[in-house]
């Protein structure tokens, strides 16, 4: 993806191919060791592209959103958990965006997330009382003479110790319903993190998604403005599916290149025909076109301002994508496993599929998709399915 195709000017012709080489390079070690990928951080630093959503009035190149979700894309399938992180924060940003308003506090962050090139996290889930719901809160803005006060338990975050900026959220206030919430923005400095105990998945390994009991202090100034509800229906969930949907395609794509290459290199060397396994890869690249296709589609449906889509059309149509894509994604990596054989069953070797295997089975449990598929249900029975493409 030249830069010509996918960046704006103002994102000075970074250097793509190197960013992808160093995910790439430390792919195994991120997933063997299951730390944070921050070769792969850095070099997305130092070529500026923590910042892509950043409206022009603030420095930023204000990049559109497929040209993120093509990034997000490659990242993926030199390393997932790269793509992962890149694809959180991304749609971090893209809530801090919607969000900003008038508050001089955020836009001031605005600018620093392209002069400084901050990492933004996510701390909007919680324990006890609410079950992991991110659209409930047990916790609550205290606001005090001496600022903001806000202690969340069990808050699970992505990539703690790489951040440089938590968006939390919280109910509005201590006597406000547990759905009336508001995001605060929070500096790394301004909060402590406890941690309740370390994750050790089979998949996304380098993503280090642990649970902390979280206690920000902070000013009044940095809740945003509006309501969290509005942010995650107009901004948090289509960019989080969008993205995190590019990241399983990106993976499917790279496990479905190494069985293509699997198959290169049998003809290469004169052995026989296989006209299954050659099957199964034109259905695996059949698969592969239904993600892009879904993917296109929801991209198209995000940055149409205009368009007369309603709201119960743009919410199955961004859940949709999401479960869609994460059952496709391992019938994807299962078929280039069938076609590489016991060379794609190995742990190493040029055709070995086992990280791609795990990480695509992490799709259907982040954000699990039965919960997706449950608030669908009732809102999809008295919906018609008769409507117009």
């Known amino acids: 993806m030249p830069p010509s195709e996918s960046l704006s000017p103002a994102v000075a012709d970074p250097d793509l191919a190197q960013v992808f080489a160093v995910a790439a390079q430390h792919a195994d070690a991120v997933d063997r060791e299951g730390r944070i990928p921050t070769e792969a951080l850095q070099a997305l630093r130092e070529e500026k592209l923590l910042g892509l ?132 923005s929070v500096m790394r400095d301004q909060l402590t993190l406890t941690p309740r105990g370390r994750w050790n998945p089979i998949g996304m390994r380098g993503a280090c998604t642990d649970r902390f009991d979280l206690a920000a202090r902070c000013s009044n100034d940095q809740i945003f403005e509006g309501t969290f509800a509005k942010a995650m229906s107009e901004a948090m969930l289509p960019t989080s599916h969008i993205l995190l949907g590019s990241v399983w395609l990106g993976v499917a794509v790279s496990a479905l290149s190494r069985a293509r ?26 698969l592969v076109q239904q993600m892009r296709g879904m993917l296109a589609a929801n991209v198209a449906l995000y940055e149409d301002g205009v368009s007369q889509a309603s709201g119960l059309d743009r919410m199955v149509s961004y859940n949709a994508l999401k479960v869609g894509a994460s059952e496709l994604v391992v019938r994807i990596t299962d078929i280039a496993l069938r076609i590489c054989g016991i060379q794609g069953y190995m742990e190493e070797g040029e055709f070995y599929l086992s990280r791609h295997i795990r990480d695509a089975h992490s799709a259907a449990v982040m954000v699990n998709d039965d919960r997706i598929l449950g608030n669908m249900s009732s809102v999809v029975l008295g919906a018609p399915l008769e409507r117009d493409i």
């Open 261 to 286: 290459g699997f198959l290169r290199m049998r003809n290469r060397k004169g052995m026989p025909l296989n006209p299954i396994a050659n099957l199964r890869l034109a259905e695996g690249e059949a």
């Open 53 to 184: 959503l950043v409206p022009r009035r603030f420095g930023g190149p204000e990049l559109p959103m497929r040209a993120v979700a093509n990034l997000c894309r490659r990242l993926s399938e030199a390393c997932a958990s790269t793509g992962l992180i890149f694809a959180m924060h991304h749609s971090q940003a893209a809530v801090a965006i919607r969000q900003t308003g008038d508050s001089a506090w955020h836009h001031a962050l605005m600018e620093d997330l392209v002069r400084k090139q901050h990492l933004i996290a996510s701390a909007t889930t919680e324990g006890g009382g609410v079950g992991g719901s991110i659209r409930t809160s047990s916790c609550f803005l205290d606001r005090r003479t001496d600022g903001l006060h806000l202690d969340k338990g069990g808050a699970v975050i992505s990539y703690s110790a790489a951040a440089d900026v938590f968006l939390v959220s919280a109910r509005r206030s201590e006597d406000a319903a547990a759905s009336d919430q508001q995001l605060v």
